[in-house]
């Protein structure tokens, strides 16, 4: 299986299912960074709500991110496939 991770530079480029990476800058100030990795539900101009472990990494949680704070966006796609992994 040959798994490949490109930035994303559109919403319009993200399909609900895809397995993505999103690093935010925190709103705690631009030193900090938060990164959530999961599977995409919606996204719209406002947020992005996706699936993803919890911070103890024990069970799935669901995820709204404003989009204001995401920095960049990685999408995992399985060349083998053609689908998103």
């Given at each position: 299986m040959?798994?490949?991770?490109?930035?994303?530079e559109d919403f319009e480029d993200l399909e609900i299912g895809d397995a993505l990476?999103?690093?935010t800058n925190s709103p705690?100030?631009?030193d900090y960074m938060h990164v959530f990795e999961g599977e995409l539900l919606?996204?719209?101009?406002?947020?992005?709500v996706m699936v993803c472990l919890?911070?103890?990494k024990t069970e799935l949680v669901e995820t709204k991110i404003?989009?204001?704070r995401i920095q960049q966006i990685n999408k995992q796609v399985n060349l083998d496939k053609?689908?998103?992994k």
């Open positions: 040959t798994i490949v991770q490109y930035e994303v990476t999103i690093y705690f100030g631009l919606s996204v719209n101009d406002k947020q992005l919890n911070k103890t404003p989009t204001h053609g689908e998103t």
